[in-house]
């Protein structure tokens, strides 16, 4: 890979005076193709094409393919419209992996792509079902790793990458990978990372692509009609905390008490609750009700009344609606919150930041000549109100996220797409933003960033101030409404953003230091360190400013020895494995996931009819957490006897796990009916019973069972079953058992009384209503199902 005369990296797999030589991205690159590394870099400042140049040695000298992936589908699009434009690898051979493609088409074109680009969720949910290998990846990108904690997709795609690779090498990229010493080396481990690469805009090469993105903050005062809206809001907040606190879980009554003193009440309700004392259930409600409010105080201070209102209507749908919360009904039917309501609803005044909002776009539009302003809202209703009030003067268009489950609506991913391409090409003025376009995204360099409310997380304000300050010096404006929720959340962003900015310089300066303790098993990558002509390996700053990236003839582009060193294997098959087939629905949990990364188990997902994992052609199992089990007894789900009566149906040897701890003490249900529970399970449905303590137990127990069905027994998987012919009595019981949704306890009472199918067919209600267990309403719907005219349907 050269420098070119006229400044253009030129490399066989790039597109000709595409990629402007940078050096800091050179020297960022030499580092990230000889080990797994977290390449660090201000926003906007190309911390893809470092992972493009990485792509393309990669892919050039080792084959293979190489993925990229991206927590957002717009993210992906437009990755993989760069990697389109700056790859000379055929359209067709870069694909994009999203929840919109067909799993069967996924699987389909996986095997023939050089580049896929796609959301995390997609890839791990296809390695779990067992329809793509990451055998032949050779370069694997985690774009903004900083989500890599806890159970987010990237962390189990990393582990299965470094297993089942055979030549893996991971790029992990974030202008801001975590606020602490701890967070970084935490995403470091979780995706497999030994090396650490830092820019900072004190860097000489850096800084000469940025400029200064000085923040101003706007202090708003709001006016009395506001103010006597969200007054009327915080006495309710505090009747409520005086109830929590007279049941000694609260030790203030004042309503703007931090999210951290609600989190504490919470933890002490949850001790209350788990000591089975009624106070904590009640006071559980109250503590969802205080949240519920101080959200509508929030939006009223720090949004707008509309979002308010908005919000209002939401809680009152919700309040109506079948099954709706205590908490929901309690706040709906508060007068104070009522009258809060009617206040929001009658206001016809312009909140302050929306006039301030109109004067800045006026200022940075028209006397300055500015050409594009991007305004962020936390809400999707002031977004839109937004759109509505300043459309009046400017070319505006929103841009925010799908459908919500409180029903704001959304977005579809094309809409977003054409959004950002209309505003790239100038055909509006102004881009009224939710959070969805904080993460990397490249939003064109605009003359303005306006933050309707201070941002107090330090990851997500540093990625909207990227939005500004890429090509030419901009303005980044926060507008802070007085006195209200906006003071605290002033300070926590002031402190949190220089926290991060230190924390940047100071990752820099201890880079060495954090790769010492990371994890010292991660596999060496000497054999892709470059060579000099003396035959020693480097990865030193070449003089010119091809910083660590090796040249290669253009003529062996495309090329691959078979046993060249680093080059990858074939993949290898699994049919001496054991197969289980898990339920879509049971992705949620992490059993799928264990399962999936076991050596003798092969995962496939299915939308199963019955079941939600299948063993064998006679073993199925149904996966219940103690939680679950308790509420399909106090009907709150689907009816565990309706489940397992399908169950047996279909299969001879079906299970049912029971998950967890506490299964007498979790509810207050009285324990013999959980037992009587069970001891129907067993007596009158043959269902065997196993306790796990939790799903990694769980994910061991089906695969003992599965590794002991196929291999020992050399029984095959069927998702339909292979249950034994019945006997004339198990087709009798059967038979009674469907009408009316009776089950089988009933159907056998109901055959020993009346001794035939036929004289149960026959039978008057009150001659049904002799028989144990069976009542009026049973009765009425035996007669109705055997005597009703059948209509068809189809």
């Keep these: 890979m050269a420098a070119t005369d006229t400044g253009y990296i030129d490399h066989p797999l790039l597109t000709s005076s595409f990629i402007e030589r940078r050096r800091y991205q050179l020297e960022l690159a030499g580092t990230a193709q000889n080990a797994h590394t977290l390449v660090c870099l201000p926003t906007g400042l190309g911390k893809t094409t470092v992972s493009l140049l990485v792509t393309a040695t990669r892919v050039q000298s080792t084959g293979g393919k190489a993925v990229l992936l991206a927590p957002t589908k717009p993210l992906v699009q437009q990755h993989a419209e760069f990697y389109r434009n700056a790859l000379s690898i055929p359209d067709e051979n870069i694909i994009v992996f999203t929840g919109e493609v067909r799993p069967d088409d996924r699987e389909d074109i996986w095997a023939d792509a050089q580049v896929v680009i796609a959301t995390p969720q997609v890839i791990e949910n296809d390695l779990i079902g067992n329809r793509i290998s990451l055998s032949t990846v050779t370069h694997l990108t985690f ?64 800084s000469d692509y940025t400029y200064n993105t000085e923040v101003e903050w706007e202090r708003i005062e709001l006016p009395n009609e506001v103010l006597k809206i969200r007054d009327a809001l915080n006495d309710v907040i505090t009747d409520r905390l005086q109830d929590l606190k007279s049941i000694g879980v609260a030790n203030t009554t004042q309503p703007d008490l931090s999210q951290s003193q609600l989190n504490q009440i919470r933890s002490k309700l949850q001790r209350l609750i788990d000591a089975d004392n009624s106070d904590g259930y009640q006071g559980m409600s109250v503590h969802a009700e205080v949240m519920k409010l101080r959200r509508a105080v929030e939006l009223i201070e720090t949004q707008s009344v509309e979002s308010a209102r908005q919000y209002f209507e939401r809680q009152r749908n919700a309040a109506r609606s079948s099954g709706a919360s205590k908490a929901s009904q309690r706040l709906i039917a508060e007068p104070k919150v009522r009258e809060s309501m009617r206040l929001a609803r009658s206001f016809d005044g312009i909140h302050p930041k929306f006039s301030r909002a109109r004067i800045l776009l006026a200022q940075t539009l028209g006397i300055e000549g500015g050409d594009r302003v991007i305004v962020f809202t936390e809400s999707r209703d002031t977004a839109e109100a937004l759109t509505q009030f300043l459309g009046k003067s400017f070319e505006v268009h929103k841009f925010v996220g799908q459908g919500d489950k409180e029903g704001s609506e959304g977005m579809t991913q094309r809409e977003q797409q054409e959004t950002l391409d209309a505003f790239r090409d100038g055909e509006y003025e102004v881009l009224i933003s939710t959070s969805v376009a904080e993460e990397g995204l490249d939003i064109p360099e605009v003359d303005l960033v306006l933050f309707f409310e201070p941002v107090p997380t330090a990851i997500r304000s540093i990625q909207r101030k990227g939005r500004t300050g890429r090509q030419t010096e901009g303005r980044v404006v926060v507008l802070l409404a007085e006195d209200t929720r906006d003071e605290a959340f002033f300070w926590i962003s002031r402190r949190r953003e220089q926290e991060m900015e230190d924390e940047l310089q100071a990752l820099k300066d201890v880079a060495g230091e954090i790769e010492s303790e990371l994890d010292p098993s991660q596999p060496e990558l000497t054999n892709f360190a470059m060579e000099t002509n003396s035959g020693e390996q480097s990865s030193q700053v070449d003089p010119i400013g091809q910083a660590g990236l090796p040249e290669f003839d253009p003529s062996s582009a495309n090329k691959q020895s078979s046993n060249e060193a680093g080059s990858i294997t074939p993949e290898t098959s699994a049919d001496d494995s054991a197969e289980v087939v898990i339920d879509q629905r049971e992705l949620n949990a992490s059993v799928a996931k264990t399962l999936s990364k076991q050596s003798e188990i092969t995962t496939r997902l299915e939308t199963l009819a019955v079941a939600d994992y299948v063993l064998s052609d006679r073993v199925a199992v149904e996966r219940k957490s103690v939680s679950d089990f308790l509420d399909t007894l106090l009907g709150a789900e689907r009816s565990l006897f309706e489940q397992v009566g399908e169950l047996t149906r279909a299969y001879a040897r079906p299970l049912v796990i029971i998950e967890g701890e506490g299964l007498y003490e979790e509810r207050d249900v009285h324990p013999e009916a959980i037992r009587g529970a069970l001891s129907s399970l067993i007596v009158d449905f043959g269902i065997s019973i196993l306790e796990a303590r939790d799903e990694a137990d769980t994910a061991a127990l089906l695969q003992t069972i599965a590794v002991r069905e196929q291999t020992k027994r050399d029984r095959t998987v069927s998702t339909h079953g292979e249950k034994s012919k019945k006997t004339l009595s198990e087709q009798q019981e059967y038979v009674v058992s469907a009408i009316g949704d009776v089950g089988p306890v009933t159907a056998t009472a109901l055959l020993e009384q009346f001794e035939s199918v036929e004289a149960v067919m026959t039978a008057s209600e009150e001659e049904l209503q002799t028989v144990d267990g069976v009542g009026t309403v049973t009765a009425e719907r035996i007669r109705e199902v055997v005597g009703s005219r059948y209509r068809w349907s189809g």
């Design 143 to 206: 774009d903004e790793c900083h989500r890599a904690t806890g159970d987010y997709a990237y962390v189990y795609i990393a582990e299965r990458y470094h297993s089942d690779a055979s030549a893996p090498l991971v790029t992990a990229m974030s202008a801001s990978p975590g606020g602490d010493k701890e967070s970084i080396l935490t995403v470091c481990n979780n995706l497999g990372v030994s090396t650490v690469s830092v820019m900072t805009e004190d860097d000489a090469d850096v």
